[in-house]
């Protein structure tokens, strides 16, 4: 099955820096990225998306990157502001027909701060 | 995501007991899923299903058991064979094969279990 490792565990950062997170997976049928943040206690939420007709997305401060060859994609937040501090999930999936269709395999999850 | 709702919010039970968490949506999704989230970590699925009547084992379905009688409900029990049940548990629900955002899962709030 798929396996999604995400790094870095936590990532502490200042306000107006930039903060990157990098999610590596296994299955090269897998063909939608979710990323998805979560509040302390809270539901995770969907931020961004991207598919693998597509290398780069973007919206507003947040961006996300597809390297299909190198079974990697990152998320990108520029000028970070202390209300983005959460825990942030990448996740993989596969289309119909595929093993992991419907299903998503998260990454471990980032902690990140953002210092005011 | 204000479509899909668990309840309760907490759960507290005892060793030994089968306790089952509610989880709900009226967003005419098709496919629905359980998650258990430890602290520190990702999301793991325990069981998800595509369509009513229908249901799979995710990767840590032992201890567990689901129904999905109707498509709006998919009810999680958590029998006594879970060793560690204590977690944070959260239900999702996804459109299905067609529509545009057909990969995208909708979160519910989540329901927290302790066992005493």
């Known amino acids: 099955g798929e396996n999604v490792e995400q790094h870095p565990s936590t990532l502490s950062v200042q306000e107006g820096d930039s903060a990157v997170i990098k999610c590596t997976y296994s299955d090269s049928a897998s063909n939608y990225f979710p990323w998805y943040k979560q509040e302390l206690g809270k539901r995770p939420q969907l931020i961004i998306d991207i598919r693998s007709n597509v290398g780069e997305k973007k919206d507003q401060r947040i961006a996300v990157t597809l390297n299909k060859t190198a079974k990697h994609f990152s998320l990108h937040i520029t000028e970070t502001q202390p209300e983005d501090s959460a825990v942030y999930f990448c996740?993989?999936?596969?289309?119909?027909?595929?093993?992991?269709?419907?299903?998503?395999?998260f990454g471990q999850g980032t902690i990140l701060t953002v210092h005011p | 995501d204000g479509g899909i709702t668990q309840s309760p919010k907490y759960l507290f039970r005892k060793e030994g007991q089968n306790v089952t968490l509610s989880c709900e949506q009226n967003?005419?999704?098709?496919?629905m899923y359980w998650y258990r989230q430890d602290p520190g970590q990702g999301l793991r699925l325990i069981y998800y299903?595509?369509?009513?009547?229908?249901?799979q084992k995710g990767d840590i379905a032992e201890g567990y058991s689901v129904s999905r009688e109707k498509k709006e409900s998919f009810p999680l029990t958590v029998t006594s064979a879970q060793k560690n049940p204590t977690a944070f548990y959260l239900c999702a629900s996804r459109m299905g094969a067609s529509g545009r955002s057909y990969n995208e899962q909708f979160f519910g709030p989540g329901t927290r279990l302790t066992v005493l």
């Open positions: 996740a993989a999936s596969g289309d119909a027909g595929g093993t992991s269709y419907g299903k998503l395999t």
């Open positions: 299903s595509q369509i009513v009547n229908d249901f």
């Open positions: 967003l005419n999704h098709d496919a």
